[in-house]
């Protein structure tokens, strides 16, 4: 967040119970004073829904409503118009990341974690934690890293092949140097004798034209043997080659996925989906709206409800029938349930749209594949033809070779009868010396520089031990994320709850901790244990269900809490927003909110006037609805 002088402010226009409202808020703790029914929680939904959550809900008499929230010099809004039976919601919220608000950041009655402690399940505190971890893209990145690290494998061990060749190459080329020299001190000697010959001019002449024309037809015919043995391993190889692909291409097998209906499931699974989302917000209006009714909102109509605190009883601001609070609170939890279930079925709708576009795709990457194989054999069997058809020039070229040196041996034979035949083999020799000289050299020239080629292994062989240990090292870390997650989130909410327990007093409770268990399939699951003591000092392990209001609500927000340090959550939002702490007593509330205070730049907290006075004056106390501060 950018450093700024600007107050922090928020303005709200026709949202929840709210018809207009400005209100300036504290770089530290800012506190919402006022009686029930003063729109404290419509006035922190609304914040969140600016912050980027799914909370704050379009006005049920309104057809446009909005959220400005003034941050560190930037505007943060979050805009509602009604269409028909649905509102569209917009804006440019502080964040994108509405999980992280809403999971981490809104410390509401609703918030995931509270409601799971109340309801004493373990498992929905692990699915709170875990919420923002993309377990699709985490499996992909491993499958990424998994292919990245087979790679530099067979990188290495071909680069340790190589390297390993430089004790051979190295005799090599002590061999053909060797060889080399003694070809050399051959051919001085043959030098030496050709040079006695050179008086008989003609002799000469005649010896030199038969052997250079007789060597040059040896030496076209190792060329041409040797590309025909070229091409004929190629072709070989390209036999092979297609042999493979063919392979390939016959075990490649579609996915049993039927495309246009996939897509028309994508499709329905989308609208599904809006749906959902389009009833979740509904459904979070009316328990807003009922939120107000019972205890902190106001009715946007003539006549409020009254609560009637002695009787436990709200008048109906329609009919005036008086309605039993137990019952509504019923009522609401049943609601928020739906709720839960709603956000639930939008998530397994999620699940399957991800699932449902991973087979299109797989669909899509086999016919992409079949393409380039079929291409590719296209291209192989083009080659094998040309190579062929060199082949069989090659074959007629070296029968005609043949028959050419035939020929020329015939005519050195003639030459032994002409007396000539010393002369003759000094120049063959000093021919054949000549092109085996060449030949060595071009084995030193091609030994050399494949010792350059190790020499180059040798040095990029390390550079690939060092990435390969690199990418090990990220496998493990995706590999372990979510443990590490699970593990850092037990260890700091345990950590957090030691020292808020002591910091509160609750000192029939010895502990309260959440335990990490893995089970034989190698599953995860949280436990949540509470230890009490007798009077007699005796400590026994009790349930979350024996647990006082109180008690309950403090470990919920203190899982929170711990949710919004473990993701980071305070360096992206740095506001927490905590209402509905009437369960717990005001000198309690006082304690948790200066713990809370410590973690986040701004903490919003509603309370009711009586809640309030115990907190320092020093916090900046905002009055809701006329309350005295």
């Given at each position: 967040?950018?450093?700024?002088?600007?107050?922090?402010?928020?303005?709200?226009?026709?949202?929840?119970?709210?018809?207009?409202?400005?209100?300036?808020?504290?770089?530290?703790?800012?506190?919402?004073?006022?009686?029930?029914?003063?729109?404290?929680?419509?006035?922190?939904?609304?914040?969140?829904?600016?912050?980027?959550?799914?909370?704050?809900?379009?006005?049920?008499?309104?057809?446009?409503?909005?959220?400005?929230?003034?941050?560190?010099?930037?505007?943060?809004?979050?805009?509602?118009?009604?269409?028909?039976?649905?509102?569209?919601?917009?804006?440019?919220?502080?964040?994108?990341?509405?999980?992280?608000?809403?999971?981490?950041?809104?410390?509401?009655?609703?918030?995931?974690?509270?409601?799971?402690?109340?309801?004493?399940?373990?498992?929905?505190?692990?699915?709170?934690?875990?919420?923002?971890?993309?377990?699709?893209?985490?499996?992909?990145?491993?499958?990424?890293?998994?292919?990245?690290?087979?790679?530099?494998?067979?990188?290495?061990?071909?680069?340790?092949?190589?390297?390993?060749?430089?004790?051979?190459?190295?005799?090599?080329?002590?061999?053909?140097?060797?060889?080399?020299?003694?070809?050399?001190?051959?051919?001085?000697?043959?030098?030496?004798?050709?040079?006695?010959?050179?008086?008989?001019?003609?002799?000469?002449?005649?010896?030199?034209?038969?052997?250079?024309?007789?060597?040059?037809?040896?030496?076209?015919?190792?060329?041409?043997?040797?590309?025909?043995?070229?091409?004929?391993?190629?072709?070989?190889?390209?036999?092979?080659?297609?042999?493979?692909?063919?392979?390939?291409?016959?075990?490649?097998?579609?996915?049993?996925?039927?495309?246009?209906?996939?897509?028309?499931?994508?499709?329905?699974?989308?609208?599904?989906?809006?749906?959902?989302?389009?009833?979740?917000?509904?459904?979070?209006?009316?328990?807003?709206?009922?939120?107000?009714?019972?205890?902190?909102?106001?009715?946007?109509?003539?006549?409020?409800?009254?609560?009637?605190?002695?009787?436990?009883?709200?008048?109906?601001?329609?009919?005036?029938?008086?309605?039993?609070?137990?019952?509504?609170?019923?009522?609401?939890?049943?609601?928020?349930?739906?709720?839960?279930?709603?956000?639930?079925?939008?998530?397994?709708?999620?699940?399957?749209?991800?699932?449902?576009?991973?087979d299109l795709s797989d669909h899509r990457e086999v016919a992409d594949r079949r393409g380039e194989l079929e291409a590719e054999i296209d291209d192989i069997e083009a080659e094998i033809r040309d190579r062929e058809a060199a082949i069989e020039e090659l074959?007629?070229?070296t029968t005609e070779l043949d028959s050419r040196i035939e020929e020329l041996e015939s005519a050195a034979e003639a030459s032994d009868e002409l007396g000539e035949s010393a002369i003759l083999e000094q120049y063959r020799r000093r021919s054949e010396l000549?092109?085996?000289?060449?030949?060595?050299?071009?084995?030193?020239?091609?030994?050399?520089?494949?010792?350059?080629?190790?020499?180059?292994?040798?040095?990029?062989?390390?550079?690939?031990?060092?990435?390969?240990?690199?990418?090990?090292?990220?496998?493990?870390?995706?590999?372990?994320?979510?443990?590490?997650?699970?593990?850092?989130?037990?260890?700091?909410?345990?950590?957090?709850?030691?020292?808020?327990?002591?910091?509160?007093?609750?000192?029939?409770?010895?502990?309260?901790?959440?335990?990490?268990?893995?089970?034989?399939d190698a599953d995860t699951g949280f436990a949540l244990h509470v230890v009490r003591s007798r009077a007699d000092g005796t400590v026994y392990e009790d349930t979350v269900d024996h647990l006082s209001e109180s008690e309950r609500e403090v470990i919920g927000?203190?899982?929170?809490?711990?949710?919004?340090?473990?993701?980071?959550?305070?360096?992206?939002?740095?506001?927490?927003?905590?209402?509905?702490?009437?369960?717990?007593?005001?000198?309690?509330?006082?304690?948790?909110?200066?713990?809370?205070?410590?973690?986040?730049?701004?903490?919003?907290?509603?309370?009711?006037?009586?809640?309030?006075?115990?907190?320092?004056?020093?916090?900046?106390?905002?009055?809701?609805?006329?309350?005295?501060?």
């Amino acid at each position: 967040m950018a450093d700024s002088d600007e107050t922090p402010r928020v303005v709200v226009e026709n949202v929840g119970g709210i018809d207009a409202a400005e209100v300036e808020l504290s770089d530290g703790v800012s506190v919402l004073t006022g009686r029930n029914a003063t729109n404290r929680t419509s006035l922190l939904r609304a914040l969140g829904a600016a912050l980027g959550g799914g909370t704050g809900a379009l006005k049920a008499d309104a057809d446009r409503g909005s959220v400005t929230l003034s941050l560190g010099g930037t505007d943060c809004t979050r805009t509602f118009e009604r269409d028909g039976d649905s509102v569209s919601v917009g804006g440019e919220p502080y964040t994108t990341d509405t999980t992280l608000v809403d999971q981490y950041c809104g410390l509401l009655a609703d918030n995931p974690a509270r409601r799971a402690v109340t309801r004493g399940d373990a498992d929905a505190l692990r699915s709170f934690i875990m919420a923002p971890v993309d377990t699709d893209a985490l499996e992909a990145e491993i499958r990424r890293t998994r292919q990245a690290i087979e790679s530099l494998r067979a990188d290495r061990e071909e680069t340790k092949q190589t390297i390993a060749r430089r004790e051979s190459l190295e005799r090599q080329l002590a061999d053909h140097r060797e060889e080399l020299a003694e070809v050399d001190e051959e051919l001085d000697a043959v030098r030496a004798a050709v040079d006695e010959f050179e008086t008989d001019l003609e002799a000469v002449e005649r010896a030199e034209d038969v052997v250079a024309e007789l060597t040059e037809a040896r030496a076209e015919y190792e060329r041409v043997r040797d590309r025909l043995e070229t091409q004929r391993a190629a072709v070989a190889s390209l036999r092979d080659e297609r042999a493979a692909v063919r392979t390939e291409l016959s075990e490649l097998s579609d996915p049993d996925v039927d495309r246009e209906g996939v897509e028309a499931e994508i499709a329905r699974l989308q609208r599904r989906k809006r749906d959902l989302e389009t009833t979740i917000s509904s459904l979070l209006s009316v328990v807003e709206f009922n939120e107000q009714v019972t205890g902190d909102g106001e009715l946007p109509g003539p006549g409020d409800a009254v609560a009637d605190p002695t009787t436990g009883s709200v008048e109906c601001w329609t009919c005036g029938t008086a309605v039993d609070r137990a019952t509504i609170d019923d009522h609401l939890e049943d609601l928020r349930g739906v709720i839960d279930e709603k956000r639930a079925e939008r998530n397994e709708v999620r699940s399957a749209l991800a699932v449902r576009r991973a087979d299109l795709s797989d669909h899509r990457e086999v016919a992409d594949r079949r393409g380039e194989l079929e291409a590719e054999i296209d291209d192989i069997e083009a080659e094998i033809r040309d190579r062929e058809a060199a082949i069989e020039e090659l074959a007629d070229r070296t029968t005609e070779l043949d028959s050419r040196i035939e020929e020329l041996e015939s005519a050195a034979e003639a030459s032994d009868e002409l007396g000539e035949s010393a002369i003759l083999e000094q120049y063959r020799r000093r021919s054949e010396l000549a092109y085996e000289r060449d030949q060595l050299e071009e084995q030193i020239a091609s030994v050399e520089a494949e010792l350059a080629t190790v020499r180059e292994a040798e040095s990029r062989l390390e550079d690939i031990e060092d990435r390969l240990e690199d990418r090990e090292a990220e496998l493990e870390r995706a590999r372990t994320r979510i443990e590490e997650l699970e593990r850092s989130a037990v260890e700091t909410f345990n950590d957090h709850m030691e020292t808020v327990r002591s910091q509160l007093g609750y000192e029939n409770i010895e502990r309260v901790w959440i335990e990490r268990i893995v089970s034989e399939d190698a599953d995860t699951g949280f436990a949540l244990h509470v230890v009490r003591s007798r009077a007699d000092g005796t400590v026994y392990e009790d349930t979350v269900d024996h647990l006082s209001e109180s008690e309950r609500e403090v470990i919920g927000l203190v899982v929170a809490l711990a949710g919004y340090l473990v993701h980071d959550a305070h360096e992206t939002v740095p506001v927490l927003l905590l209402d509905s702490l009437e369960a717990i007593d005001a000198d309690r509330i006082a304690a948790l909110v200066e713990y809370f205070a410590d973690y986040a730049d701004h903490l919003v907290v509603a309370l009711l006037p009586e809640d309030a006075q115990a907190l320092p004056d020093e916090y900046e106390h905002i009055e809701i609805g006329g309350a005295p501060a």
